[in-house]
Protein backbone atom coordinates (compact mmCIF):
# COMPACT_ATOMS: atom_id res chain seq x y z
CA UNK A 1 0.00 0.00 0.00
CA UNK A 2 1.13 3.54 -0.64
CA UNK A 3 2.59 5.73 2.52
CA UNK A 4 1.24 9.44 2.78
CA UNK A 5 2.20 11.35 -0.39
CA UNK A 6 2.72 14.98 -1.01
CA UNK A 7 2.85 17.21 -3.88
CA UNK A 8 4.97 19.35 -4.81
CA UNK A 9 8.46 17.85 -3.77
CA UNK A 10 10.11 21.15 -3.82
CA UNK A 11 8.78 24.54 -4.73
CA UNK A 12 10.03 28.10 -5.01
CA UNK A 13 7.67 31.26 -4.53
CA UNK A 14 8.42 35.26 -3.93
CA UNK A 15 7.70 37.05 -1.05
CA UNK A 16 3.76 37.97 -0.82
CA UNK A 17 2.35 35.02 -3.35
CA UNK A 18 0.08 32.18 -2.21
CA UNK A 19 1.05 28.11 -2.16
CA UNK A 20 -0.98 25.74 -1.55
CA UNK A 21 0.40 22.14 -0.61
CA UNK A 22 -1.25 18.41 -1.24
CA UNK A 23 -1.78 15.41 0.48
CA UNK A 24 -2.93 11.94 0.09
CA UNK A 25 -3.39 10.05 3.48
CA UNK A 26 -2.33 6.28 3.52
CA UNK A 27 -5.97 4.11 2.15
CA UNK A 28 -8.41 3.70 5.57
CA UNK A 29 -6.81 6.65 7.28
CA UNK A 30 -9.35 9.44 8.06
CA UNK A 31 -6.84 12.07 9.60
CA UNK A 32 -4.32 14.48 8.68
CA UNK A 33 -2.14 16.42 10.22
CA UNK A 34 0.15 19.39 8.67
CA UNK A 35 3.69 20.36 10.32
CA UNK A 36 6.08 22.78 9.96
CA UNK A 37 10.01 21.80 9.84
CA UNK A 38 12.24 24.64 9.80
CA UNK A 39 15.69 23.52 9.29
CA UNK A 40 17.23 21.99 12.22
CA UNK A 41 14.73 21.72 14.08
CA UNK A 42 11.50 19.39 15.06
CA UNK A 43 8.49 19.44 12.98
CA UNK A 44 5.87 22.12 14.65
CA UNK A 45 1.87 21.16 14.65
CA UNK A 46 -0.31 24.13 11.83
CA UNK A 47 -3.78 21.49 11.77
CA UNK A 48 -5.53 18.34 11.98
CA UNK A 49 -8.42 17.60 10.27
CA UNK A 50 -10.58 14.72 10.54
CA UNK A 51 -13.73 13.44 8.83
CA UNK A 52 -13.26 16.76 7.08
CA UNK A 53 -13.67 18.82 10.29
CA UNK A 54 -10.96 20.85 11.73
CA UNK A 55 -9.76 18.99 15.17
CA UNK A 56 -6.79 21.15 15.85
CA UNK A 57 -5.00 24.26 15.32
CA UNK A 58 -1.33 24.96 16.25
CA UNK A 59 0.22 28.75 16.89
CA UNK A 60 0.41 29.63 12.97
CA UNK A 61 -0.94 32.98 11.81
CA UNK A 62 -4.19 33.18 10.00
CA UNK A 63 -2.45 32.92 6.27
CA UNK A 64 -1.88 29.36 7.02
CA UNK A 65 -5.67 27.75 6.09
CA UNK A 66 -6.39 23.81 5.56
CA UNK A 67 -8.85 21.93 4.33
CA UNK A 68 -10.04 18.27 3.85
CA UNK A 69 -11.53 16.60 1.07
CA UNK A 70 -14.32 13.89 1.31
CA UNK A 71 -11.50 11.23 -0.17
CA UNK A 72 -9.73 12.14 3.35
CA UNK A 73 -7.05 14.26 1.34
CA UNK A 74 -6.14 17.82 1.89
CA UNK A 75 -4.89 21.02 0.89
CA UNK A 76 -2.29 23.02 3.05
CA UNK A 77 -2.48 26.69 2.06
CA UNK A 78 -0.38 29.37 2.71
CA UNK A 79 -1.09 33.45 2.35
CA UNK A 80 1.24 36.38 1.74
CA UNK A 81 4.45 34.37 2.28
CA UNK A 82 7.11 35.52 4.05
CA UNK A 83 11.47 34.25 3.99
CA UNK A 84 10.31 32.72 7.03
CA UNK A 85 7.54 30.14 5.79
CA UNK A 86 10.83 28.36 3.59
CA UNK A 87 10.65 25.42 5.21
CA UNK A 88 9.44 21.14 4.73
CA UNK A 89 5.80 21.25 5.39
CA UNK A 90 4.78 17.70 6.13
CA UNK A 91 1.94 15.56 5.99
CA UNK A 92 0.84 13.37 8.17
CA UNK A 93 -1.92 10.43 8.94
CA UNK A 94 -3.37 8.38 11.43
CA UNK A 95 -6.39 6.02 11.28
CA UNK A 96 -8.55 7.62 13.31
CA UNK A 97 -7.06 10.96 14.21
CA UNK A 98 -4.96 8.96 17.17
CA UNK A 99 -8.25 8.22 19.75
CA UNK A 100 -7.37 4.96 20.24
CA UNK A 101 -4.07 4.89 18.62
CA UNK A 102 -1.90 7.66 17.90
CA UNK A 103 -0.06 6.01 15.21
CA UNK A 104 1.00 8.63 13.49
CA UNK A 105 2.79 8.25 9.72
CA UNK A 106 4.27 11.19 7.63
CA UNK A 107 4.85 11.76 4.17
CA UNK A 108 8.23 12.52 2.93
CA UNK A 109 7.47 16.52 2.80
CA UNK A 110 7.28 19.18 0.51
CA UNK A 111 10.16 21.68 0.68
CA UNK A 112 9.23 25.24 0.48
CA UNK A 113 11.66 28.12 -0.62
CA UNK A 114 10.66 31.76 -0.09
CA UNK A 115 12.75 34.10 -1.99
CA UNK B 1 3.92 23.14 29.82
CA UNK B 2 3.70 21.64 26.27
CA UNK B 3 7.68 21.40 25.85
CA UNK B 4 9.31 18.51 24.69
CA UNK B 5 13.15 19.02 25.72
CA UNK B 6 15.73 16.14 23.91
CA UNK B 7 19.43 15.48 24.78
CA UNK B 8 22.08 15.55 23.18
CA UNK B 9 21.57 17.65 20.35
CA UNK B 10 24.28 15.28 18.77
CA UNK B 11 25.57 12.27 19.30
CA UNK B 12 28.65 10.12 17.87
CA UNK B 13 28.91 6.22 18.41
CA UNK B 14 31.43 3.78 17.86
CA UNK B 15 30.10 1.21 15.36
CA UNK B 16 28.98 -1.83 17.42
CA UNK B 17 28.12 0.75 20.59
CA UNK B 18 24.61 1.94 22.56
CA UNK B 19 23.26 5.01 21.68
CA UNK B 20 21.11 6.74 24.33
CA UNK B 21 18.96 9.73 23.41
CA UNK B 22 16.72 11.21 26.15
CA UNK B 23 13.90 13.28 26.56
CA UNK B 24 11.91 15.34 29.49
CA UNK B 25 8.37 16.42 29.59
CA UNK B 26 6.03 18.83 32.01
CA UNK B 27 2.31 17.77 30.76
CA UNK B 28 1.34 14.75 32.32
CA UNK B 29 -1.94 14.78 30.19
CA UNK B 30 0.45 13.09 27.24
CA UNK B 31 -0.23 9.51 27.13
CA UNK B 32 1.79 8.80 24.05
CA UNK B 33 5.56 8.63 23.42
CA UNK B 34 6.71 8.09 19.79
CA UNK B 35 10.53 8.19 18.27
CA UNK B 36 11.13 9.20 15.01
CA UNK B 37 14.00 8.61 12.70
CA UNK B 38 14.83 10.75 9.94
CA UNK B 39 17.32 10.69 7.08
CA UNK B 40 18.49 14.40 5.28
CA UNK B 41 15.50 15.00 2.77
CA UNK B 42 13.01 12.53 4.34
CA UNK B 43 9.74 12.88 5.88
CA UNK B 44 10.31 11.40 9.68
CA UNK B 45 9.76 7.34 9.89
CA UNK B 46 8.11 6.02 12.81
CA UNK B 47 10.40 3.95 14.91
CA UNK B 48 8.72 2.66 18.05
CA UNK B 49 6.28 4.17 20.67
CA UNK B 50 5.19 3.77 24.22
CA UNK B 51 2.53 4.50 26.29
CA UNK B 52 2.62 5.23 30.13
CA UNK B 53 1.43 1.99 31.88
CA UNK B 54 4.24 0.06 30.61
CA UNK B 55 7.95 1.09 31.62
CA UNK B 56 10.26 -0.36 28.84
CA UNK B 57 9.40 -1.41 25.18
CA UNK B 58 11.75 -3.46 22.52
CA UNK B 59 11.86 -4.06 19.00
CA UNK B 60 15.07 -5.56 17.70
CA UNK B 61 17.72 -3.12 18.47
CA UNK B 62 15.36 -0.22 20.20
CA UNK B 63 14.16 -0.01 23.06
CA UNK B 64 12.14 2.99 24.81
CA UNK B 65 12.39 3.03 28.46
CA UNK B 66 9.85 5.08 30.26
CA UNK B 67 10.19 6.54 34.00
CA UNK B 68 6.50 8.29 34.47
CA UNK B 69 7.40 9.25 38.04
CA UNK B 70 10.50 11.42 36.61
CA UNK B 71 8.44 12.40 33.28
CA UNK B 72 11.13 11.14 31.37
CA UNK B 73 12.01 8.75 28.27
CA UNK B 74 14.85 7.73 26.39
CA UNK B 75 15.54 5.56 23.20
CA UNK B 76 18.49 2.95 23.18
CA UNK B 77 19.77 2.01 20.08
CA UNK B 78 21.60 -1.16 20.62
CA UNK B 79 24.79 -2.32 18.15
CA UNK B 80 24.67 0.87 16.94
CA UNK B 81 25.40 0.52 12.88
CA UNK B 82 26.53 3.29 10.58
CA UNK B 83 23.05 2.99 8.57
CA UNK B 84 21.69 3.97 11.89
CA UNK B 85 22.96 7.69 11.54
CA UNK B 86 20.02 9.65 11.14
CA UNK B 87 18.14 12.69 13.48
CA UNK B 88 16.16 11.37 16.08
CA UNK B 89 13.12 12.92 17.72
CA UNK B 90 11.25 11.85 20.68
CA UNK B 91 7.21 13.08 20.83
CA UNK B 92 4.49 12.98 23.04
CA UNK B 93 0.62 13.44 22.14
CA UNK B 94 -2.31 12.97 24.13
CA UNK B 95 -5.45 10.75 23.38
CA UNK B 96 -7.74 13.52 23.14
CA UNK B 97 -5.92 16.11 20.36
CA UNK B 98 -5.44 13.40 18.04
CA UNK B 99 -2.82 13.95 15.23
CA UNK B 100 -0.79 16.92 17.31
CA UNK B 101 2.36 15.83 18.83
CA UNK B 102 4.92 17.93 20.35
CA UNK B 103 8.21 16.94 18.83
CA UNK B 104 11.97 17.39 20.59
CA UNK B 105 14.46 19.52 19.36
CA UNK B 106 15.96 16.47 17.43
CA UNK B 107 19.68 14.50 18.43
CA UNK B 108 22.20 14.12 15.15
CA UNK B 109 23.38 10.41 15.75
CA UNK B 110 26.69 9.89 13.72
CA UNK B 111 27.88 6.18 14.06
CA UNK B 112 31.51 6.06 13.06
CA UNK B 113 32.70 2.29 11.36
Known amino acids: DAGVTQSPTHLIKTRGQHVTLRCSPI?????VSWYQQVLGQGPQFIFQ???????GRGNFPDRFSARQFPNYSSELNVNALLLGDSALYLC??????????????FGEGSWLTVV | QQQVKQSPQSLIVQKGGISIINCAYE??????FPWYQQFPGKGPALLIAIRPDVSEKKEGRFTISFNKSAKQFSLHIMDSQPGDSATYFCAAGRKDQGGKLIFGQGTELSVKP
Open chain 2, 27 to 32: NTAFDY
Open chain 1, 27 to 31: SGHKS
Open chain 1, 92 to 105: ASSLNGGRSGNTIY
Open chain 1, 49 to 55: YYEKEER
